[in-house]
């Protein structure tokens, strides 16, 4: 598994990049998920867990869930900007929408 890591991780910047057909666009996203890691591994030391192969697997797949909601964000902000005029309008509007559709999934979840 370590020695696909590097080659999934260019991939992921590639399809990040296609996605997102800018550098201005991407540089937030990937600024994003150090700060997301910082927590990560934050948790697992409050709670006294080890870095195992679960664990790995596990941070892996909250990078992807992360970085693909930042893409969302992004989109949502760039729509915004079109009917707004203001930029802290639009990105304050933008993450207020994700935001309560984040949290209606997230109660959805635990109801279940």
Not at 9 to 36: A, C, D, N, Y
Not at 80 to 104: C, D, K, N, T
């Amino acid at each position: 598994m370590f020695a696909r890591i590097p080659l999934t991780l260019f991939f992921m910047i590639k399809l990040l990049m296609t996605e997102l057909q800018s550098f201005s666009g991407f540089s937030p996203v990937l600024s994003v998920v150090p700060m997301r890691l910082i927590g990560i591994i934050a948790a697992l030391l409050t709670f006294n867990r080890p870095l195992g192969f679960v664990a790995i697997s596990g941070v892996l797949a909250l990078l992807g869930l992360i970085a693909r909601d930042a893409v969302i964000l992004m989109e949502q902000i760039e729509t915004e900007r079109q009917e707004r005029s203001g930029a802290w309008e639009s990105v304050v509007e933008a993450r207020v929408s994700r935001f309560r559709h984040l949290m209606l999934t997230g109660i959805r979840r635990f109801a279940v």
